[in-house]
Nanobody, 115 residues
């Protein structure tokens, strides 16, 4: 039932910015906590930030101060504004429920940080 569609990734130089979008369909989105996960080659998928239905946000130390998560309940969309990007931010970015992801994962969106 749940569909997750990530978009907005691309190639950016170090220090640059990107905004990712995640459209969530087929679930009671309004009351769900949704997060962004990322997976770099050879690494496990890791949760880097999430946002509750109240708007409360949590950030991993690796992205705190640089990334901002937000949501638009009317559009059933979660956003990730990424600033001051570093090469170590390069990964495939996914969205999903927190703390218990749905079984379905979207295709993710690739973020490449390179000069």
């Amino acid at each position: 039932q749940v569909q997750l569609v990530e978009s907005g990734g691309g190639l950016v130089q170090p220090g640059g910015s990107l905004r990712l979008s995640c459209v969530v369909s087929g679930s009671d989105f309004r009351l769900q906590t949704i997060g962004w996960y990322r997976q770099a080659p050879g690494n496990q998928r890791e949760l880097i930030t999430d946002i509750m239905h109240t708007g409360h946000t949590t950030y991993d130390t690796s992205v705190k101060g640089r990334f901002t998560i937000s949501r638009d309940n009317a559009k059933m969309t979660v956003y990730l504004q990424m600033n001051s990007l570093k090469p170590e931010d390069a990964a495939v970015y996914y969205c999903n429920r927190v703390p218990f992801p749905w079984d379905f994962w979207g295709q993710g969106t690739q973020v490449t940080v390179s000069s």
